[in-house]
Nanobody, 130 residues
């Protein structure tokens, strides 16, 4: 399984960016795709997840109402639309794939756990200036 992110960049506070995540080689019929981020000197933070059908989405509280995770099933691409960006959103953003459904992870309190996601991209940098 290969996961690759794109779409990072620099933007001023209040601006928007849209990240993309292409995943290939996945054979599981049910899986969970997530976005994480890591700011310099800090631990990875889970941001959002979407199930394989695209019908269920999950967000960390700090991005609800500002970020939207979605997917294009035909292209097998996931997106993270980020609006009203803040300097504290500055981080390297990673896309990751987990072999179980998001609902399963959520039921067991694992939706935001790095260990639940087996495949990771290299990351894309997002910088928000004040």
């Amino acid at each position: 399984v290969q996961v690759e992110e794109s779409g990072g960049g620099s933007v001023q506070a209040g601006g928007s960016l849209k990240l993309s995540c292409a995943a290939s080689g996945y054979t599981d019929s049910s899986y969970c795709m997530g976005w994480f981020r890591q700011a310099p000197g800090r631990e990875h933070q889970w941001v959002a997840s979407i199930d394989s059908g695209g019908s269920r989405t999950y967000y960390v509280a700090s991005v609800k109402g500002r970020f939207t995770i979605s997917q294009d099933n035909a292209k097998n691409i996931r997106y993270l639309q980020m609006n009203s960006l803040k300097p504290e959103d500055t981080a390297t953003y990673y896309c990751a794939a987990g072999s179980m459904s998001c609902d399963h992870y959520n039921n067991y309190g694992l939706i935001g756990s790095r260990a639940a996601y087996q495949y990771w991209g290299q990351g894309t940098q997002v910088t928000v200036s004040s």
